[in-house]
């Protein structure tokens, strides 16, 4: 059964940082491209970051792009994001999420997601 | 970015009966090369993470019942319910996976029991 676990959230302040982390298992991590979603509270889904299989390939939504870094750990079966700077609007669940088909980017499992709240 | 528009925001049905949901794309999702269309819907249940419906817009994932249908082509999608189930009360997202690796959702609708 394939199991993603986030943890890391938390309370921080404006300016802070956080390190999520999605501990995944039940699959054969190394092999899936891996994202971050994001939904903030009573708000939709918003993509924030994906990585390749072998994690040399990042990309970030412009929202985040220079302050969140997307690594992942394929000897740890973990996938990470650090962010920096982090602002009031960077309130939300985030969720890893496992890109199932290699043809497409749809997201066959979704961890339970961790709550990060940016505020003073 | 490929802005998605789901309609309604909301829909409240009775038991039974059926819902249906649209999703609209700003620019088409269909991959000429391969004659795909590259949407995907999710149901989602408060407190719990996105749940994968339909992929490829019409293609049901293993274990989804089949009153759940996926249809459509080009930039114009919908999600079908064909007898709503108590079950079924969620928000539905659709979801281009088109333009990577920048994918985007639609907005949500909230599907509730009349």
């Known amino acids: 059964e394939v199991q993603l676990v986030e943890s890391g959230g938390g309370l921080v302040q404006p300016g802070g940082s956080l390190r999520l982390s999605c501990a995944a298992s039940?699959?054969?991590?190394?092999?899936?491209?891996m994202h971050w979603v994001r939904q903030g509270p009573e708000k939709g889904l918003v993509w924030v970051a994906r990585?390749?299989?072998?994690?040399?390939?990042?990309r970030y939504a412009d929202s985040v792009k220079g302050r969140f870094t997307i690594s992942r750990d394929n000897t740890r079966n973990t996938l990470y994001l650090q962010m920096n700077s982090l602002r009031a609007e960077d309130t939300a669940v985030y969720y890893c999420a496992r890109v199932s088909d290699d043809s497409g980017s749809f997201f066959g499992d979704w961890g339970q997601g961790t709550l990060v709240t940016v505020s003073s | 970015d490929i802005v998605m528009t789901q309609s309604p925001d909301s829909l409240a049905v009775s038991l039974g009966e059926r819902a249906t949901i649209t999703c609209k794309s700003s620019?088409?999702?269909?991959?000429?090369?391969?004659?795909?269309?590259?949407l995907a819907w999710y149901q989602q249940k408060p407190g719990q993470p996105p749940k994968l419906l339909i992929s490829w817009a019409s293609t049901r994932e293993s274990g989804v019942p089949d009153r759940f249908s996926g249809s459509g082509s080009g930039t114009d999608f919908t999600l079908t319910i064909s007898s709503l189930q108590a079950a079924d009360v969620a928000i539905y997202y659709c979801q281009q996976y088109y333009d990577t690796p920048g994918v985007t959702f639609g907005q949500g609708t909230r599907v509730e029991i009349k």
């Open positions: 620019q088409s999702v269909l991959y000429s090369s391969n004659n795909k269309n590259y």
């Open positions: 039940g699959f054969i991590f190394s092999s899936n491209w």
């Open positions: 990585i390749s299989s072998e994690g040399t390939s990042t």
